[in-house]
């Protein structure tokens, strides 16, 4: 059974900076790509960043430039290194994979105080 199990979250002051993980467990044939969404109260959850199985990675305008996806193989593990955090940041984070179907994580909160 493949989990994704998401950490990292918390509250942080605007301008300060957060390292969300992803840890993968289980079963994985192959991933074709993995992403972070995040969801914001009374809002759609909206994609944030992809990573693709050959590395290449895409953001979302409102975080280009802040945020960075990345992904340890070995450790079966995605990140999100998130700076120059923006009260507009504050939502629930979740991990997501590609791979025979899709898979999420449980979500973790990320407040951003002003």
């Known amino acids: 059974q493949v989990q994704l199990v998401e950490s990292g979250g918390g509250l942080v002051q605007a301008g300060g900076s957060l390292r969300l993980s992803c840890a993968v467990s289980g079963s994985i044939f192959s991933i074709v790509a993995m992403d972070w969404y995040r969801q914001a109260p009374g809002k759609q959850r909206e994609l944030v960043a992809t990573?693709?199985?050959?590395?290449?990675?895409t953001y979302a305008d409102s975080v280009k430039g802040r945020f960075t996806i990345s992904r340890d193989s070995a450790k079966n593990t995605l990140y999100l290194q998130m700076n120059s955090l923006r009260p507009e940041d504050t939502a629930v984070y979740y991990c997501h994979m590609i791979s025979s179907r899709g898979y999420w994580g449980q979500g973790t909160q990320v407040t951003v105080s002003s």
């Open positions: 990573i693709t199985s050959g590395s290449t990675t």
